[in-house]
């Protein structure tokens, strides 16, 4: 094999960037920053940079191991499910319920698959789950710190309504035709608790007691 032509193989630079991006500690870091991103534009109302960088984090880590085939459109549309279940659990179910915990499951399951390929063996999956747990764990405990001192930050005072709102009735909305039952009396027709139905100049009207329940009559 003396006049064999020996090629050298060598990494080239797109290799280089699927390395980086798919490296264990940056991955994991990529996860918490695009997790801490969007909880964070969920909360304030303002999808804004934090959205925005949260997304581009998250697409980072997904480019990167959909390139070496590891996540695909399944764990894509998982964690994206998670995500619209927690944005329905924080706008139209405020709380923690069904929906939150579903879509932190999703999240969850969606980004070790994306971590692990086919054949890989318990001790792969154990790490890969640790590995998530304590990317959204991070994200989680980041985030809570930073809504918590949100209102003492110089651009969070823009997005917070520190304000106290009065009471009475000039500080309401009601229309001016409901300003003619000021100072009126009237006979609770339905229980009050506290909203129900009162009978004021014999005419029905919806009312909200001050407060304390009060019976029919």
């Not at 640790?130 to 710190?145: D, E, K, P």
């Amino acid at each position: 094999l003396g006049g064999a032509e020996v090629r050298r193989m060598s990494v080239n630079w797109a290799e280089n960037v699927v390395r980086f991006l798919t490296h264990p500690v940056l991955s994991s870091l990529l996860i918490t920053v695009g997790m801490l991103g969007i909880v964070i534009g969920l909360r304030t109302g303002d999808f804004g940079f934090a959205g925005a960088l949260g997304i581009a984090s998250l697409s980072l880590f997904f480019w990167g191991h959909w390139l070496v085939q590891l996540a695909g459109w399944e764990e894509l549309l998982v964690v994206a499910g998670g995500i619209g279940l927690l944005a329905v659990e924080i706008f139209v179910m405020p709380g923690f319920g069904v929906a939150g915990v579903l879509g932190i499951a999703a999240i969850l399951g969606g980004l070790t698959l994306s971590l692990i390929g086919g054949g890989a063996t318990s001790q792969v999956v154990q790490v890969a789950t640790g590995r998530v747990v304590f990317s959204l764990l991070a994200a989680l405990t980041l985030g809570f710190i930073f809504l918590r001192f949100l209102s003492r930050l110089p651009f969070g005072r823009r997005l917070i309504l520190e304000t106290g709102l009065g009471s009475g009735h000039q500080h309401g909305s009601a229309p001016d035709s409901d300003l003619r039952w000021l100072g009126k009396q009237g006979l609770a027709m339905s229980p009050l608790r506290p909203a129900g139905i009162a009978e004021i100049d014999g005419g029905r009207v919806d009312v909200v007691s001050d407060g304390p329940l009060i019976d029919a009559g």
